[in-house]
């Protein structure tokens, strides 16, 4: 006889048995993006049209550096556990992995090559 509780054999299940940590995820970088983008907005806005050397100094200030930083980071991660849902409903066998490889890559990619524009800008 199993002594088992409902709650003890619903935790952990559903089709990938990851459902909850994944919706977690997702909603604890989203929150992070309700506030990182518009603050990454308005400083971008306001680095908009000027010349080379405002920019830069615009952007070696620390706070402006860690959010454009964290909007990359953050976004990118966000992007990519979005992206690799969507293909996980909608994909299968080979195509879906060599997508998954695919928006995975591309986004760690973009994060990089984001960040190594802003360390080149800011120092």
Do not use: C, N
Not at 77 to 101: N, P
């Amino acid at each position: 006889m199993r002594y088992l509780t409902a709650r003890k054999r619903a935790v952990g299940k559903g089709s990938a048995h990851t459902g909850t940590e994944h919706h977690w995820s997702m909603t604890m970088s989203a929150v992070a993006l309700a506030f990182l983008v518009p603050t990454w907005v308005y400083i971008v806005g306001h680095a908009l049209g000027q010349d080379y050397a405002s920019v830069r100094a615009t952007f070696s200030h620390p706070f402006v550096a860690i959010v454009t930083a964290l909007v990359l980071v953050v976004g990118m991660r966000h992007f990519a556990m979005g992206a690799t849902m969507m293909i996980e409903d909608y994909a299968r066998g080979t195509a879906r992995k060599m997508l998954v490889i695919f928006l995975t890559s591309l986004s760690t990619v973009i994060a990089a090559t984001g960040l190594y524009a802003l360390v080149r800008i800011a120092f």
